[in-house]
């Protein structure tokens, strides 16, 4: 499971780039085209979701128990959603657009990002759950982890 | 340049002037034991290259991509150029190409990503794409074909070729002119060099990297070029010969270029002598614009995730096998001596070696071959993390002699061209061997369907 995804800033519309949520985040690896950083240990995790066509940002999981009733999490398996482990919350699956994602320290590049998932808790706020799955081989050996984001489009 | 059974180092260089020398190598080399003398176009067109070459009318160019796979990652993908990429292989466990970037932060090749990682948390590390790079790599011929009418595909990477400036052009001019047209045409940067001989070209653009052009046809420049190079930096001389030639006083490779060629020979056998002429500006190779005939042909590589699980191995031997067959099936031929290396992770490998009373390409004639193989290069209970299949003593398939008592069986000739034709058809590996199946993870993985050793035609691995 990713702790972490990078999107590209020229992916996030030019008004959003001074959004203090955004403009803390913005991070230079090298060569002209900078990435925001969205990681999971951050104070306030939040990932950038496809919502109606816009680009949002929105809580990441629960981890911090903002909610009382959400799983305490970031990620969600793939099987779970699918066998109807979140109906009660009223799910939609969304688009996590990113660039890169991380995963015990290794950022990989992702073409166009990761399913998630979309919930709203008992006070009307918006969460999004990562969709993991179990690993491939060749992301299992590349990060020893045994769960990988569920990406979309795209084996690795 | 050896074209015929005599060759320049017959000559001693003081007595004939070269020019003079390679008239007279082509009237030796093209006499028949009758007397009289005959020549191919080929080869009075081989000598007015090297005719060419010693009149400065043309050089040996060596063209090498920068970070190759980095940089065709970079044509796909422009959002990595300027940052540390690594591109992994090994099922994903080791970086095998990086970006000048991350070669900067310590990375090398060959490294397992965890300890890349450690070096270059930066890195961003992508899954190699075999099949991308070919297309590349097939461009960048194409566009070399343009620029020269003689090239070699030495490697994926790699190409040497005869240069021949344009009127008015310098070698220079030339160098420049041609790595900026791949930049152009193609958008991955190449460093070209261009000297009197391949081993001097080749050294002139890895001294000449990233991105650059160089020209070096003098020899006071190639020798002030050659006294800052270790003689490891020749391809051919590793450390094990650069150690045999340290006593000797020779630690860079203009003490070897300088050193007499007798001392060389003794040393470092034909080749190493072949190395010195090349060093001295003596080409001692031609430029092939085609492969020459393999000799052997092999499959294998890495294990991945090491084993000692003897099923697993033994689907690994399959997986090699049905890849070599389809090998030898392309080159219409058949092999007489099969080898099988087996690489632990204990640094002790184990080897079988098998010869077939008659050559054959069928699958199950050489599994049955290769089982008593196995087992000797089989070292129970130690983790095994290389396999490599060899076939040796190759014969033609249109043209080989079956033995009195060939196994001719129609039944498993059939099958084998089904299985060829459907596989073609279908895609690689649709139909495969049972025993197979304990790699189930290997084959669901599109990238592991296609290796840098499925690239045709090149000289070099």
């Not at chain 1, 090298?30 to 104070?43: M, P």
């Not at chain 2, 020798?223 to 001389?237: D, F, Q």
Request: hydrophobic fraction near 40%.
């Amino acid at each position: 499971m990713a702790s972490g995804i990078a999107l590209a800033l020229s992916d996030m519309p030019l008004a959003m780039h001074c959004w203090p949520e955004v403009s803390r985040r913005i991070y230079r690896r090298g060569g002209t085209e900078a990435e925001v950083r969205f990681l999971y240990d951050d104070r306030e995790p939040v990932l950038p979701v496809m919502k109606d066509g816009k680009l949002e940002l929105v809580r990441w999981g629960n981890g911090r128990g903002r909610s009382r009733c959400l799983p305490r999490t970031g990620w969600t398996w793939k099987a779970t959603v699918e066998q109807g482990g979140w109906v009660g919350a009223a799910p939609g699956v969304v688009r996590i657009p990113a660039t890169l994602a991380l995963e015990k320290g290794i950022w990989f590049r992702v073409r166009q990002g990761v399913h998630g998932l979309l919930v709203t808790d008992e006070q009307g706020v918006e969460s999004a759950y990562m969709i993991c799955e179990p690993s491939s081989h060749y992301y299992r050996v590349m990060t020893r982890s045994d769960r990988m984001p569920a990406l979309i489009e795209e084996k690795i | 340049m050896r074209l015929g059974h005599i060759s320049l180092s017959h000559f001693n260089s003081t007595s004939f002037r070269k020019i003079d020398q390679i008239i007279v190598l082509l009237l030796l080399n093209s006499r028949k034991p009758s007397g009289r003398y005959c020549t191919s176009l080929d080869t009075i067109r081989a000598y007015t290259i090297l005719v060419d070459m010693y009149t400065r009318k043309r050089a040996v160019g060596h063209l090498d991509a920068d970070c190759f796979y980095v940089s065709a990652e970079r044509v796909r993908d422009p959002f990595l150029k300027g940052k540390p990429v690594g591109v992994l292989g090994n099922q994903g466990a080791c970086v095998i190409a990086k970006s000048y970037e991350m070669k900067a932060a310590g990375v090398k090749t060959g490294e397992p990503i965890w300890d890349a990682v450690q070096k270059c948390p930066d890195g961003i590390y992508v899954k190699r794409d075999f099949r991308w790079y070919e297309t590349l790599s097939r461009s960048m011929l194409e566009v070399m074909r343009r620029l020269s009418g003689h090239v070699e595909y030495y490697s994926i990477d790699e190409f040497f070729f005869v240069a021949e400036p344009g009127p008015g052009q310098s070698f220079q001019d030339l160098a420049v002119a041609m790595r900026q047209t791949i930049l152009e045409e193609l958008d991955l940067p190449v460093t070209v060099g261009i000297a009197r001989s391949r081993t001097l070209a080749k050294l002139i653009s890895d001294s000449a990297k990233p991105f650059g052009a160089k020209a070096v046809l003098e020899k006071e420049h190639e020798e002030h070029l050659l006294a800052r190079l270790p003689v490891t930096e020749i391809s051919g001389v590793a450390k094990r010969r650069a150690k045999r030639l340290l006593p000797w006083g020779i630690a860079s490779c203009l003490d070897l270029a300088k050193a007499d060629r007798g001392l060389v020979r003794k040393l470092l056998t034909a080749t190493g002598e072949a190395l010195w002429w090349e060093l001295n500006g003596e080409p001692t190779g031609e430029i092939h614009s085609a492969r020459p005939r393999h000799k052997a042909l092999s499959r294998g590589g890495s294990l991945g995730e090491s084993t000692a699980d003897p099923h697993r191995l033994y689907a690994w031997l399959v997986r090699n096998l049905e890849r070599l067959i389809e090998e030898l099936r392309y080159h219409r031929v058949m092999p007489g001596k099969l080898t099988l290396w087996v690489g632990y992770r204990d640094g002790i490998p184990g080897e079988g070696q098998t010869r077939l009373a008659v050559p054959t390409d069928r699958f199950d004639l050489l599994l049955e071959a290769l089982r008593p193989c196995l087992r000797r290069a089989w070292r129970p209970k130690h983790p095994a993390n290389r396999m490599h299949l060899i076939a040796e003593d190759l014969t033609d398939r249109d043209t080989a002699q079956g033995g009195l008592f060939s196994p001719h069986d129609p039944r498993a000739e059939a099958l084998a061209d089904v299985k060829q034709r459907i596989n073609e058809r279908i895609g690689r590996f649709a139909v495969r061997s049972g025993a197979t199946l304990p790699l189930k993870s290997i084959y669901d993985d599109g990238a592991n369907g296609y290796d840098i050793c499925d690239v045709r035609g090149k000289i070099c691995f």
